[in-house]
């Protein structure tokens, strides 16, 4: 299962290229996220502003409104936390 390039750049511009993470498990309780991303580092890991393309629904269809922009340490903490 994986993203169409061109569902995760639809999802990438609804996203403003900002973490789309509202976890409230995470450092950012209640409000989004909201780290600043950077395109070409999508599936980077500790570099600055690398993310992810996360499905919302795991199983769920490859389009946009099951894509969620995360950034690297949000989609990490989807391991631990699982889906709200
Ligand atoms: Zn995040
Ligand atoms: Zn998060």
Redesign the pocket.
């Known amino acids: 299962m994986a993203f169409p390039p061109s569902v995760v750049q639809e999802a990438w511009r609804r996203s403003g290229g900002r ?1 789309e ?3 409230t498990a ?3 309780p209640y409000v989004r ?1 909201n780290k600043e991303l950077v395109w070409e580092n999508r599936g980077a890991t500790g570099q600055r502003g690398c993310w992810e393309a996360h499905h919302v629904t795991a199983g769920g269809p490859d389009i946009a409104s099951n894509c969620e922009i ?2 690297c ?2 989609h990490a ?1 989807t391991a631990t936390y699982g889906r709200p």
């Open positions: 973490c993470c509202r976890r995470h450092n950012h996220c995360l950034c340490d949000c903490g």
